[in-house]
Structure formats: structure tokens, C-alpha cells
């Protein structure tokens, strides 16, 4: 039977391989996966004999074919909280926490019952973050895919949201009714033509309809940006993600809607990641 050790040592070396960086630390999570062993486990008892080891290798052949070790593992982590994902919904990255940032420095009193709209929740990364730091806030999860408005759903129960978060499948803000003190969208920004040449775990992996922005990238924020005065309470916020230079095309579509730009947040590699905007 193969030893913790050598099993680690064979499977880095096939991630490296497959052009994979981070090969020893993503073969030790895989390993944990596989076998159920504690991490402490596998880096303490290295002489450990592993007896599952089909099943390992079947997890490393599928992250060395680039599918993401977030589909492998069944969970990504955002602010804190573990989530569950799937194929149907976009891995939740560290770089949406700057919405997470943008939306509380502008929150005054955080134990108002703030109202919460999160349009296109996928995970509900971004809703449920909100919450986390909102006691007394509650809030409604919009997505157009019935299996991620699903996803967020089990996410919001199992992070003990439930009772705070309602979610719903729908078309950004169109079927909402009532007014919302803050309103959160990463929608999809990514030019059509730029998706295949993103890395496989994107651009073959992740859904479509999470990552396409249309032609130019902006289709999804022209809507979710003219949706947005019909949504927002009187002094309410609305905190927008978007991507890499489509900040001067975000501020005209916010000045097109009636509103104004009151903040642009960088994510921490410095680039233009959010805009916080309210009504005039
Ligand atoms: C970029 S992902 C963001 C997911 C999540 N909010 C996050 O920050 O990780 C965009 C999400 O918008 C959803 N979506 C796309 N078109 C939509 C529409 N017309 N109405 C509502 N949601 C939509 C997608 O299914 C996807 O879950």
C-alpha cells in the first residue's frame, strides 16, 4: 500500500505538470478528499499507508484536465464562510470582497434593519457576506439560473441565513417589487470574445451565463445599472462590481440612470473592482 508521502510527492508533481501552481498544496486537499484524513494528519504521518487510492487518482486526474478544485472539493471560501459550489455557479473570488468593503463603509448603523437586494447571487457569496456583518439585516437573492438560485439557497440554510435571506429566480431586478436600502450585483462583465482565451478552469468550467457580458462586456451592467432607481429606497445604496477598465463606461451608465458615482473601490492587485453609487 503507498504511503501519505509518496502519494503527495506523485500527485504534486502530475499537477505541476498540468501547468497547476500551488501542485503540493492543491494534491494535499485532494489527498484530505479522497481519503477523509485530517490535513494535520497528512503532513504529520507522512508514513501513513492510503488506502484509497483510486479514488484519489481519480480526483487528480480530473484537476490535472484543469477542472477547478473548487468543483473537486464541493466548497469555495468568501469572507470567511465556506459555500457550497457547483458547476452552475461562478467560484466566489477574493477580489468580490471589495464589494463586500465598498457596501459596509457606507452602512452607518449596522444594526438597522437594512433591506438587501443581491441581483445575480450565484453562490450567494455576496448576500450572505452582507449578513454576516448585518445582524439585523435581511435580504432577497435574484438569479435567472433555477440551479444557482438553488445553490444559494441551501447556502444561505446552511450558513444559518436562512431566515434572513428569500431567493428567488428572475431576471435581475425586474420581478422585485419594494424598495432596498442596499443593492449588490457582480454581473457577468467578460466580453464575449475574450472567454475562450481565459484559463480552461474559466472558460470551460465555469457557467456561461456567469461570465458573459456580451460584445463589449457591458450588456449585463447597462441593464442591471438602469434597473437600479426602481430598486433603491430613498438614501439607499448600490454597490456594482465590474472588470478591468470598464470603469468610465460604469460611471457614464450610473449618470445615465439618475444616479451618481460616490465611490470607485480597487480590489487588492489595484485595480478598479467597484463602484458605490446612490440616488441624486
Ligand atoms: C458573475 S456571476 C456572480 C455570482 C455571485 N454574485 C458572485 O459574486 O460570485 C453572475 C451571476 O448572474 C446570474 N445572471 C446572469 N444573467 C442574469 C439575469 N438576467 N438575471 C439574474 N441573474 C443573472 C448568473 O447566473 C450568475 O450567477
Known sequence: MTSIGTCLAQGSARLAAAGISGARKEARLLLAQATGFALETLIGYPERPVDDRPKYERLLARRA??????????????????????????????DSET???????????????LRIADLGTG???????????????SGLAVDRDPAAAAIAAHNFVALGFGGRAQTMVGDWGEALSGKFDLVVANPPYIPSGEIGGLQPEVSVYEPRRALDGGRDGLSALRRVIAGLPALLAAGGTAVVEFGDGQGVAVAGLIVDAGLCVVARRRDLAGRDRCVVCESR
Not at 459596509?104 to 434593519?113: F, N, P, V, W
Not at 453562490?123 to 439585516?137: K, N, R
Open 123 to 137: 453562490t450567494g457569496c455576496l448576500l450572505a457576506a452582507l449578513l454576516s456583518m448585518l445582524p439585523y439585516a
Open 65 to 94: 484536465a484543469r477542472e477547478p478544485l473548487s468543483h473537486l472539493l464541493g466548497r469555495r471560501e468568501f469572507w470567511s464562510l465556506e459555500f457550497t459550489v457547483t458547476r452552475d455557479t461562478l467560484d466566489p473570488r477574493a
Open 99 to 113: 464589494v463586500i468593503e465598498a457596501a459596509l463603509a457606507r452602512i452607518a448603523d449596522r444594526s438597522a434593519a
